[in-house]
């Protein structure tokens, strides 16, 4: 719109001004110009109406109607009309998300529908209603427009909707919008709606009397221009009109409103009479309708009630509150009068707050705002209700000691209670009961809310407790719903296991009703552990001290210190002060050198070790002193056994006494202590003896006292020996003794010493002897070896005389001996061939051999292969039996796979189903029979597999047709992929997959053998080129995007066959990577900073004095961070050059399909892109090889089966990080991306980055350097007319179904040619089938039952043998190319059975009878061969027709047909006769050739598909298996459930007692009854006062979960049906609520099965 432009009044003015100079064409246009800039107010009319009522912004004017489209802004208006039966739940795309960003989807539709439905509950009359179409394909957007204004106008009369303003002549628009429009409103082609005639329309629809309606309606408005309100008044109440809900004291309200509206309505009408004589008025343009009157009067009775009600909120008068909420001018809906202090509450506060909003002004609620209020109190006023019964049952659980019942209570939301915990049930219990029991009366909410705060946050703390993780334990104590006093954070650990120990103490108490600590207990806890930390901190003051008086180097203040009660030091002795002093002195030095603090104290454990060795070192020095007492006393009595014994005293530890020196020991020891008592005083009774350490140890012999000093004025008794001089003395007796036994022990050993010693000297004198003979070794040597000279001449001469003597004799042994040589030589050489026979047999062989190589070679590389070559080897064109064989086998093995792969998915799917149905029977506790059913299916799928219903393959000639042109269709699929090329691009992104999934593969058998491969690469390549030419703008979108068909491509390439590759690649470096455990690559300085810094602390124990939050820059600064990163980046320097190693050597691992694709992705771009470097090309290709392709199974292998891992050994999150550096270095190689910025200090590796992308462009180069497929595969044009074995594909119906309607709904988009052969494929197809004509089957009449069954049988797999319907004819000179095919068939059999140089050698020259009775030997062999490949195949494997009849002619026949055809292929230039036809025999050497790449091929293939099978059986096996232990569960849950109903006192369900009739419970309730109960809501036109004579019978059948209801109308039966009790577990799980039962009668689903639990299936019923 265009404020600057003007209006239509003065656009009127002007056309009325020039009407004489306008010609009719100017006039024309000038109307139509007047037609769109109306139509364009009545769009801004609908737009403002429509946004006030749903108060949401719609498009601008111009983009109304496209916006309206989707259906979204008027199915929010049907909610807005009628809520009840158009939730918001119910719109689709409700933020319209999915229409941004993919347009239009089918689901809108349904927005559409929710508005005719809430137009339909309102009552709009259908005439106005517009067609599904008019609205999503936009055929009639005027009449979706005047739909809207009729239906404004029609909830303007019932009150419920604001009146529609009228617009016209009060907006601008621009002339570009205003002709915008026009063109627009031509292209409808259709008449603009009257929109002036609404008001008439709807009066005419009224069931009543037009002319006494419109008289009426004429006199209203004759009063109300009188302004007369009485006489107004009094035309209002004319029963004529219909008017209602008029108030009797409102009339000049009436008067005034109604005035205003008229006279608006004839401004409004002038303003649009732009040519009065053409124009074409009505009655109503200028009055009021009867739709509009009621409209206004209903606007006053409701503006009336919404001041009274305003005054009676400000007087708080409930009474006329009430009185005015329930008025029908409001029409309030569920206004409760017992709620009117909630809606008071509610009133005022949103009158308060939209008072706040507008500066305090005197403000008046909307209707809206109040009908929200309303809602909002009786929810306030429900709650509060549900809150007090909730106490009830929460006392009544109290009072009834069920811990369980009052659990539930308390857990029930209408309580309104915070969090309630199902472990800490006797908790709550206990507690509950001894508050009850305090009070003695029963507790009111405020008690019980409070009570459950307190007892939810024990429960958490006992819960945290058992985690043992004392800040979670601390954290629940210090919450404030705890009201835990005198914590201290500091304690958190003592509390915790204060806490844990008192916990465990008290689980151990036998027969404790409740494991959980209780609030008061968990306090005592606290209190002990706070006293613990009091007494610890008087130590520690107490232990303080101590050292302080150490110091001081007193012992009596230490000893005082020690004694003090604090410190809590056991054994301290009064005469120990002094040694206490001197060890605490010790200990407490040696402490100060191994601290830099001089002041080391001791602590409490140092102190107490030194009282305790204190004490041990008297006792010590207490038992040495006897034991030298001991000694001293035995030495006065000459007692050697007591000086002897006194000495073993462990104190005294003397060490070398000899019992055998005891004599000797007395006598030394008495001369040594005579020697004493001559140096001085004897008798004081003091002597002095060192302790271990070295101390002085002074002990009186009389008084028994003993000193660590010594004291004033003691004497030292010279009277005594102490025990130093006792073990001087004892050690120089035992040494002389030793000496003495030495000598005697070794007097042996000093012999062998002087034996040696001679025998040394005996041999020194042989070896002085040897060293003289070793010297003369020559002269000895040359002695000897003349003496032996002279002997031998003496032999020799001997000898000789006596051969000279017998001359002849010798001559005669001699030839002897030659012939018996020369004999044994050639028996030798005979046994030696008839020994290695088989050798020779192989030598001839060979060079037989040598020679079929040689033309071998020459078949295969020769330009030329001579004719006689090439017959040598033309029997390989003919198939064998082992060839049949194998294509019966691989044909077989195909179907196979695709029958497990169908099957199995099938079995997922069941399993799938079969576990909801168990999860519904164990929540209901009943009904197995269904679940029972389901594993027979199972079962079936497991043992049978599926029957193949054979309705599509019917022997009538209909089915026949249908049949042959479904296989007609499939093969053009197949083998013109540009058809399903377009497609994929034509169908919504949503339906792709599934799509690609349920048709693609199908169709291509998903690849299984080389031509299904063949050409579901020839579909991805029209694909990707499709995809590049018109959707990718940018060579960047092909990387930041993500392609459709290359997914397509990736998930073809990872099958079996490629995931094999990967693993074969990638494993043994994965595996690498894996196990070693020293490998940590990390390049995140941070992360590496934090772990040096939690290293350093963990190994020092102390705080490192670094921030734990740290930048990168911060990071790096620190010389450990950048070794540990240089390192990191070394090593994975290293690792990834073994991964790009093994990339780049295992380039011919990758599928050829991923190369292909890689080629053609190559030329797709340099086609679109031709000006682009050929490294933006390479750096594409590369992200399709490595990113898309290998990537992903570096980065997650165990999730693309590249490695095996167990499943409680994932891979942690160091193997993941280091395999994903890898990978990330990897990508930057392929895209020659580097790093910088903030990862710059990673610039190092930029160098090996592009040293590595240069390796990738050489790499992908080489990947894009493969065959075309027909190369690769050995496939052309006419290798299905060569083929015996013709293609097929096995599809289920509902696949087949889906394809047809996909290809009609698309046809003209994938083949806009109308000479496109697939019309006339389509065109004999004519409609889609339905899934039982196809398979010939009679269904149901039943709705649900035909549903479910077409649901199953659209599973059904069928087999189709795919054929050409465009096939060449059989007219030779049709096609030469076929033409060609033929004469080279009838060639090989000529020159199979005729020999010669040449063919027009063998052409010209006659067949003998021998060469015809070959060829016809060969034919019936072939027949033979045929006949049996055939019935092993059931039909098929079979010749082309037309080529089996040219080879049963006889060779004179055939020859002449030959001669014939190789004229006119030499007509077409195909060959010559100047060779001798030597091109048509390069043709047949090539077929021989391209039969043995054939047959190796098969080989391989038949080996892949025996794998593949293997491996799906294995799958198999493993649902089978789940199978089973599904049908043992549901046994066991049949056997458990049986033996819970026969412990009943009823019967159950599955009770039956094999020695009495079946018994079969039934329940019989009225209508009433159960509508009461709220189980029947309605039935039918039946009144509510008439359910009483409806009566119901439930009843047991023997079929367990299914019951017979009967219904009966006063004891009459109307009907009966069969209800199975899993049918309504199911509809519960979907949602649904209500059912029609008997077609009439609503039931709501949760109540029956409700009932049907009570009743039935309850222990306790």
Not at 431 to 459: C, G, P, T, W
Not at 1227 to 1245: H, I, P, R, V
Not at 1542 to 1569: C, M, P, T, V
Not at 1593 to 1603: L, Q
């Amino acid at each position: 719109m265009d404020s600057n432009n003007g209006t239509a009044g003065k656009r009127t003015s002007r056309a009325g001004d020039g009407r004489a100079h306008m010609t009719a064409d100017e006039m024309d246009e000038q109307r139509k110009q007047n037609v769109a800039y109306e139509y364009l107010c009545h769009l801004e009319e609908a737009k403002v109406w429509i946004q006030a009522c749903i108060n949401e912004e719609l498009p601008p004017t111009t983009e109304l109607e496209e916006g309206l489209r989707n259906g979204v802004y008027l199915a929010q208006l049907g909610h807005f009309l009628a809520p009840q039966v158009v939730p918001l739940k119910k719109i689709y795309d409700k933020d319209q998300s999915r229409y941004q960003s993919r347009g239009l989807h089918f689901r809108h539709t349904d927005n559409i529908n929710h508005w005719f439905v809430a137009m339909e509950k309102v009552g709009l009359p259908q005439i106005f209603y517009p067609e599904t179409t008019d609205v999503y394909d936009r055929k009639n957007m005027p009449r979706v427009i005047y739909c809207l204004h009729a239906l404004s106008l029609y909830c303007f009369k019932l009150g419920i909707a604001p009146q529609i303003e009228d617009l016209y002549g009060k907006v601008q628009f621009t002339e570009e919008e205003i002709s915008a429009m026009k063109q627009e409103l031509e292209k409808y082609g259709i008449q603009m709606p009257a929109f002036s005639k609404i008001g008439g329309i709807l009066a005419n629809e009224m069931t009543v009397d037009d002319a006494a309606l419109h008289a009426a309606i004429i006199a209203i408005n004759e009063a109300i221009d009188k302004e007369d309100p009485e006489e107004t008044m009094k035309a209002l109440r004319n029963p004529s009109a219909m008017l209602v809900n008029m108030a009797e004291d409102l009339p000049d309200n009436y008067q005034t409103t109604l005035y205003e509206a008229k006279m608006t309505k004839s401004e409004i009408s002038r303003n649009k009479s732009m040519d009065p004589e053409n124009a074409e008025h009505d009655v109503y343009d200028e009055l009021l309708t009867q739709a509009e009157i009621q409209g206004n009067i209903n606007k006053v009775n409701t503006t009336v009630s919404l001041d009274r009600l305003m005054d009676a909120l400000l007087k708080g008068d409930r009474a006329l509150i009430l009185q005015t909420l329930n008025s029908p001018s409001l029409a309030i809906r569920g206004v409760q009068n017992e709620n009117v202090d909630h809606y008071v509450q509610r009133l005022d506060e949103l009158k308060d707050i939209k008072q706040n909003n507008n500066s305090n002004e005197v403000v008046t609620l909307e209707k809206e705002e109040i009908q929200q209020a309303v809602n909002k109190a009786n929810l306030d006023a429900d709650k509060e209700y549900q809150k007090a019964r909730a106490v009830e049952l929460i006392n009544e659980a109290i009072d009834s000691c069920d811990a369980e019942q009052l659990l539930k209570a308390l857990q029930n939301p209408a309580a309104q209670l915070p969090p309630v915990f199902d472990y800490a049930c006797a908790l709550y219990f206990e507690e509950f009961h001894n508050m009850r029991d305090e009070k003695q009366s029963e507790l009111d909410y405020d008690e019980i809310s409070a009570a459950v705060r307190v007892l939810s946050a024990v429960a958490k703390i006992n819960e945290a407790i058992d985690v043992r993780d004392p800040e979670r334990t601390l954290k629940a104590l210090t919450s404030p719903e705890a009201c835990i006093p005198n914590l201290d954070e500091t304690n958190a650990d003592r509390y915790q296991t204060q806490l844990r120990e008192s916990k465990q103490a008290k689980s151990e108490i036998p027969d404790s009703p409740c494991d959980l600590l209780t609030h008061f207990e968990i306090c005592t806890c606290i209190n002990v552990v706070n006293d613990q930390v009091i007494e610890e901190h008087q130590r520690i003051e107490a232990i303080q001290q101590i050292n302080n008086t150490i110091e001081k180097g007193e012992p009596g203040l230490t000893l005082k210190a020690l004694q003090v009660p604090e410190a809590k030091l056991q054994a301290v002795v009064d005469t120990q002060a002094y040694r206490y002093q001197v060890l605490l002195v010790r200990e407490k030095n040696k402490k100060s050198e191994g601290h830099t603090d001089e002041e080391a104290e001791l602590w409490l454990e140092e102190i107490q070790t030194a009282i305790d060795n204190a004490n041990k070192d008297a006792q010590f020095g207490l038992k040495l002193s006897e034991g030298v007492e001991s000694t001293n006393a035995a030495l006065d009595t000459s007692d050697a056994d007591k000086l002897l014994e006194s000495m073993a005293v462990p104190e005294l530890a003397i060490h070398s006494v000899i019992a055998d020196c005891k004599g000797m020991y007395l006598e030394k020891l008495q001369e040594a202590l005579e020697a004493k008592k001559s140096q001085g005083e004897s008798g004081s009774g003091w002597m002095m003896n060192r302790l271990k350490d070295g101390s002085k140890f002074y002990y009186n012999n009389n008084t028994k006292e003993y000193k660590w000093s010594r004291p004033d004025g003691v004497v030292k008794d010279h009277g005594q020996l102490n025990k130093e001089e006792i073990q001087r003395v004892v050690s120089d007796v035992t040494a002389a003794h030793d000496r003495e036994l030495l000598f005697q022990a070794n007097e042996n050993l000093i012999v062998k010493i002087q034996a040696n010693y001679r025998g040394y000297q005996a041999r020194k004198a042989y070896k002085e002897r040897l060293d003289f003979m070793k010297r003369q070794l020559p002269l000895i040597i040359k002695i000897q070896s003349k003496w032996k000279m002279v002997l031998q001449k003496n032999k020799y001469r001997e000898r000789l005389e006596y051969m000279k003597d017998n001359e002849k004799a010798a001559v005669k042994l001699q030839a002897q001996v030659r012939g018996w040589k020369a004999r044994k030589e050639y028996q030798g050489r005979k046994k030696f061939f008839c020994d290695h026979l088989a050798v020779i047999i192989k030598l001839q062989s060979y060079f037989r051999a040598n020679k079929a190589r040689h033309d071998y070679v020459t078949l295969m590389n020769n330009a030329n292969p001579p004719l006689p070559v090439v017959q040598r080897f033309v029997h390989l064109l003919d198939f064998s039996d082992v060839d049949y064989a194998e294509e019966i086998e691989l044909q077989k093995i195909r179907q196979k796979v695709v029958s497990e792969i169908k099957s199995t998915k099938q079995l997922e799917d069941d399993l799938d189903q079969m576990d909801i149905k168990i999860g519904l029977l164990i929540k209901n506790r009943v009904t197995l029979q269904d679940v029972v059913t389901h594993g027979k299916k199972l079962s079936k799928h497991r043992e049978d597999g599926q029957n193949m219903p054979k309705g599509l393959k019917g022997l009538s000639k209909a089915c026949h047709d249908r049949l042959e042109a479904y296989q007609h269709l499939f093969y053009l699929l197949q083998t013109n992929p540009l058809y399903l090329a377009k497609l994929i691009f034509e169908m919504p992104q949503n339906k792709m997959t599934k799509f690609m999934e349920a048709v693609i593969y199908s169709l291509f058998n998903y690849g299984a053998n080389q031509r299904e491969e063949f050409l579901l690469l020839k579909l991805f390549h029209k694909a990707l080129e499709e995809e590049i030419e018109s959707k990718v703008d940018k060579m960047s979108d092909f990387v930041t995007g993500n392609p459709l068909v290359v997914k397509m491509i990736v998930g073809f390439n990872r099958n079996q066959r490629g995931q094999n590759s990967l693993r074969e690649m990638l494993n043994p470096l994965i595996i690498e990577v894996i196990e070693d455990k020293n490998l940590r690559i990390n390049t995140n300085p941070v992360e590496v900073y934090k772990a040096w810094v939690n290293q350093t602390e963990t190994s020092t124990g102390v705080t490192s004095g670094l921030p734990y939050d740290v930048t990168t820059e911060q990071a790096l600064k620190h010389e450990e961070v950048k070794a540990v990163l240089a390192e990191s980046i070394t090593r994975l320097t290293e690792v990834t050059d073994k991964f790009l190693n093994a990339i780049f050597t295992s380039l011919d691992k990758i599928p050829y399909g991923m190369r292909y694709m890689a080629k053609v992705l190559k030329a797709a771009l340099e086609k679109k892109f031709p000006e682009a470097a050929e490294k933006d090309v390479l750096k594409i290709v590369g992200n399709l090889l490595y990113y898309r392709y290998i990537n992903s199974a570096i980065v997650a292998p165990d999730a693309f089966d590249i490695i095996n891992v167990e499943a409680d050994k994932q891979l942690s999150n160091d193997q993941r990080r280091n395999l994903g550096s890898v990978a990330k270095i990897l990508q930057f190689a392929a895209s020659n991306k580097g790093f910088g910025g903030d990862s710059s200090y990673l610039a190092a590796m930029n160098d090996y980055i592009r040293q590595s992308h240069e390796k990738f462009k050489k790499y992908c180069v080489e990947a894009c350097e493969v065959p075309e497929p027909e190369d690769f595969f050995h496939i052309d044009q006419y290798s299905d007319i060569v083929t015996i074995a013709k293609p097929s594909i096995y599809i289920s119906v509902q696949e087949i179904i889906d394809t047809h309607q996909l290809l009609l709904h698309h046809e003209d988009q994938i083949a806009p040619d109308p000479q496109d052969p697939i019309h006339e494929l389509l065109e004999d197809l004519r409609e889609v089938p339905s899934v039982d004509e196809l398979l010939g089957t009679d269904l149901p009449e039943d709705e649900e039952m035909r549903k479910m069954l077409q649901t199953q049988l659209g599973k059904t797999e069928i087999s189709l043998t795919l054929s050409n319907k465009f096939e060449v004819p059989e007219d030779d000179q049709a096609d030469v190319q076929q033409l060609l095919v033929r004469t080279k068939r009838m060639v090989v059999d000529v020159i199979a059975c005729q020999t010669g140089d040449n063919l027009l050698q063998i052409l010209d020259s006659p067949a003998s009878e021998e060469q015809e009775e070959l060829h016809q030997s060969l034919v019936k062999k072939r027949d033979d061969r045929d006949h049996r490949a055939k019935i092993d195949s059931e039909g098929g494997l079979m010749r082309q027709q037309s080529m089996s009849g040219d080879t049963r002619m006889p060779l004179s026949m055939m020859k002449t047909k030959v001669k014939k055809n190789l004229q006119n292929l030499e007509l077409h230039e195909v060959v010559t006769r100047k060779n001798g036809y030597q091109d048509l025999v390069n043709m047949i050497a090539q077929d021989i050739r391209n039969q043995r790449n054939y047959r190796n091929s098969r080989k391989h293939e038949l080996m892949r598909v025996r794998e593949t099978v293997r491996s799906l059986q294995e799958k198999r096996m493993f649902y089978e298996s789940q199978i089973d232990y599904y049908n043992r569960y549901v046994q066991k849950c049949i056997e458990n459930l049986q033996q819970k109903g026969n412990n009943r006192k009823s019967r159950g369900i599955f009770r039956r007692d094999a020695s009495q009739k079946a018994h079969f419970e039934s329940l019989k309730y009225s209508a009433a009854k159960l509508h009461e109960k709220g189980i029947i809501l309605e039935i039918g036109t039946l009144p509510t006062n008439q359910f009483k004579n409806m009566q119901f019978e439930i009843k047991e059948t023997a079929d367990p979960g299914v019951f017979e209801v009967q219904a009966k109308l006063l004891g009459m039966e109307v009907k009966k049906i069969d209800l199975v009790f899993q049918d309504l577990l199911q509809l519960q799980y979907e949602g649904v609520a209500v059912i029609e039962l008997f077609n009439d009668a609503k039931v709501n689903v949760n109540l029956l099965i409700f009932l049907l639990n009570k009743k039935f299936y309850s222990a306790g019923k």
